[in-house]
Each structure stands twice: as structure tokens, then as C-alpha cells.
């Protein structure tokens, strides 16, 4: 059963800065390896969207509205996805959620809360 530990929500002004981190404990490296690492997130009354992903070959890909301000990375040493979140905006407060996709399976991190006042 592939666990993730999520860090790094919180509430923060807009313009600010958050980075959240994703480890996917108890998932074998290769595993790790072979997936696409992605983001999602749930605003308030609002569906689960994409934010970013990472895919096995290296490429990003990212929604429009975050375009030029977060960064996905991963390490996988540290079997750890990131999300650099630069110039939040109050439109970015959401549930974020992270995904590991590959032929082994579709896991899901529990969440983390990213709050941005105005």
C-alpha cells in the first residue's frame, strides 16, 4: 500500500511563497521512477482540477492558471515530489492533492491545505 506524507501547506498573503513536498513512502524506486507525478487541488465548491505534472521522461506540463509561477520538481533519491509555489493569489487557496500514475497503479496523497489571504 504506496503512503504518502505531504508537507508544506499553510496559510500565507498574497504575492507570498509555499513549497509542498509529497514523499511516497513504502513505493519501491523503480516504481517511483516509471510514474507521472502529478498535482491536483480542490478549491471551496469546486471541482479537483490538474495544477502540474512531472512524467517518467522529464517533462512538465501545467495548468494555465499557474503557468510561469509554480515549478514541479522531483528528487528521486528521496522518492519526493515538489511544488514551488511563487505569487500566490487568493484564486490558489485549494486542497492540494498528489498523484503518483503509472502501469503499477493511481495513488493519492490525503491533502494538504494551502490558504492564500487577500
Known amino acids: 500500500q504506496v503512503q504518502f506524507v505531504e508537507s508544506g501547506g499553510g496559510l500565507v498573503q498574497a504575492g507570498g511563497s509555499l513549497r509542498l513536498s509529497c514523499k511516497a513512502s513504502?513505493?519501491?524506486?523503480?516504481?517511483?521512477?516509471?510514474?507521472?507525478m502529478n498535482w491536483y487541488r480542490q478549491g471551496p465548491g469546486k471541482q479537483r482540477e490538474f495544477v502540474a505534472s512531472?512524467?517518467?521522461?522529464?517533462?512538465?506540463r501545467y495548468a494555465e492558471s499557474v503557468k510561469g509561477r509554480f515549478t514541479i520538481s522531483t528528487d528521486n533519491t528521496k522518492k519526493t515530489v515538489y511544488l514551488q509555489m511563487n505569487n500566490l493569489k487568493p484564486e490558489d487557496t485549494a486542497v492540494y492533492y498528489c498523484n503518483a500514475l503509472s502501469q503499477y497503479g493511481d495513488n493519492w496523497g490525503q491533502g494538504i491545505q494551502v490558504t492564500v489571504s487577500s
Open positions: 513504502r513505493m519501491i524506486l523503480s516504481t517511483f521512477r516509471a510514474s507521472t
Open positions: 512531472f512524467s517518467d521522461v522529464g517533462n512538465t
